[in-house]
T-cell receptor
């Protein structure tokens, strides 16, 4: 049973527009969420995180929104750039647990 | 530079020939883990270790072994590789407290023929 779901395997966005990547989770005990970015032939790299006590965290062009009542988070990239083309993994950390649970990833294509 | 180093980056081997993928981290992290990435399946945890001499199974441990004799090293061992172990493998490490997520290695692409 998937606890962290990224329902869109891929997404194409025009350069300069907003990219919105979505993630749903089922476990209300998750208290920290992260987004990782992965280029081909490289390991995932940490992008941005959010604690469950917040509903928004912003870092430059990247903003993560958390809606706890809907058990949903989203990553917004504005404006989208060609270098943003990558696979994005949503991940969740359960409270009082060391495990990190990953979604299956969304491949983002930024179109010229 | 803080990093997780895994070797080799690419490996082609034959069914049944034992192999080891090495992983080393220089951040004094307690927790280390191995993942495999397959199309449509995302990142799946193979084994993890919370400290020296402490290892435990992840979600897909069959066909793999690990050891944690030193804090910095966490090798992945395939005693008798099979074609269904053809995959992209990532080693990762993190602190236990605070738990802010992993630092990943660059990956090992393994092909078993």
């Amino acid at each position: 049973d998937q606890q962290v779901k990224q329902n869109s395997p891929s997404l194409s966005v025009q350069e300069g527009r907003i990219s919105i990547l979505n993630c749903d989770y089922t476990n209300s005990m998750f208290d920290y969420f992260l987004w990782y970015k992965k280029y081909p032939a490289e390991g995932p790299t940490f992008l941005i995180s959010i604690s469950s006590i917040k509903d928004k965290n912003e870092d430059g062009r990247f903003t993560v929104f958390l809606n706890k009542s809907a058990k949903h988070l989203s990553l917004h990239i504005v404006p989208s750039q060609p270098g943003d083309s990558a696979v994005y993994f949503c991940a969740a950390l359960p409270n009082r647990d060391d495990k990190i649970i990953f979604g299956k990833g969304t491949r983002l294509h930024i179109l010229p | 530079e803080a990093q997780v180093t895994q070797n080799p980056r690419y490996l082609i081997t034959v069914t049944g020939k034992k192999l080891t993928v090495t992983c080393s981290q220089n951040m004094n992290h307690e927790y280390m883990s191995w993942y495999r990435q397959d199309p449509g399946l995302g990142l799946r945890q193979i084994y993890y270790s919370m400290n020296v001499e402490v290892t435990d199974k992840g979600d897909v441990p069959e066909g793999y072994k690990v050891s944690r004799k030193e804090k910095r090293n966490f090798p992945l061992i395939l005693e008798s590789p099979s074609p269904n172990q053809t995959s992209l493998y990532f080693c990762a490490s993190k602190q236990l407290i605070p738990n802010y997520g992993y630092t990943f290695g660059s990956g090992t692409r393994l092909t078993v023929v």
